[in-house]
């Protein structure tokens, strides 16, 4: 079956310093992989994808993520944090394939607390 | 502006009056979904679309129905609404599903219902 684990409810970060957000996933055959941003009473706004291709994707906002095919990973991350950073981080996964039904597998999400 | 609209944003209602939730896109994308937020639950697809009059069942379709006469619109259907139904709804879409540009799906800003 299919999963995505963020095993982190909360990351805590200085601002200016360097963030990870964690993401491992679970699926059968080729993944693409999202991150999604959540900000209070908003919806999910996209930061970046995994097709194909390099494994480090760079997204919105500067932020940017390392897909790790061995590790089945792919962290979210940025050089150097911003307070407007916080927010709720959700990544997700689909199949690849001509019989997916488009669903996203979400993880549970990590709030980023960015600290002045 | 490209964007995906969901209205109401709020509503109360009582168990078993029927109700609407629409969802509109004006990006002429072909696929489009609904999604509810529950916590603890994540994000669990309950019907998505792959063009005009083609619908399926996601996750968790049950007390729901949805319709798409027209590309742009993708409206959530409750015929008689129960309490387990209260939760955050949120409508997608995507241009594709398939690999390469514009497979990431785009989300409304979410409907919250509550069922009393």
């Known amino acids: 079956a299919q999963s995505v684990a963020q095993p982190e409810d909360q990351v805590n970060v200085a601002e200016g310093n360097p963030l990870t957000v964690k993401c491992t996933y679970s699926?059968?055959?080729?993944?693409?992989l999202f991150w999604y941003v959540q900000y209070p009473n908003r919806g999910l706004q996209f930061l970046l994808k995994?097709?194909?291709?390099?494994?480090l994707v760079k997204g919105s906002y500067g932020f940017e993520a390392e897909f790790n095919k061995s590790q089945t990973s792919f962290h979210l991350k940025k050089p150097s944090a911003l307070v407007s950073d916080s927010a709720l981080y959700f990544c997700?996964?689909?199949?690849?394939?001509?019989?997916?039904?488009?669903?996203?597998?979400f993880g549970q999400g990590t709030t980023l607390q960015v600290k002045p | 502006e490209a964007q995906v609209t969901q209205n109401p944003r709020y509503l109360i209602t009582v168990t078993g009056k029927k109700l609407t939730v629409t969802c509109s896109q004006n990006?002429?994308?072909?696929?489009m979904s609904w999604y509810r937020q529950d916590p603890g639950l994540g994000l669990r697809q309950i019907y998505y679309?792959?063009?005009?009059?083609?619908?399926d069942k996601g996750d968790v379709p049950e007390g729901y129905k949805v319709s798409r006469k027209e590309k742009r619109n993708f409206p959530l259907i409750l015929e008689s609404p129960s309490p387990n139904q209260t939760s955050l709804y949120f409508c997608?879409?995507?241009?594709?599903?398939?690999?390469?540009?514009?497979?990431?799906?785009?989300f409304g800003p979410g409907t919250r219902l509550t069922v009393l």
């Open positions: 997608a879409s995507s241009l594709r599903l398939a690999g390469g540009p514009g497979n990431e799906q785009f």
């Open positions: 699926v059968s055959g080729n993944p693409y």
């Open positions: 995994y097709i194909t291709g390099d494994n």
């Open positions: 997700a996964v689909r199949e690849s394939g001509s019989s997916n039904t488009g669903k996203l597998i």
């Open positions: 990006m002429n994308h072909e696929y």
């Open positions: 679309s792959m063009n005009v009059e083609v619908t």
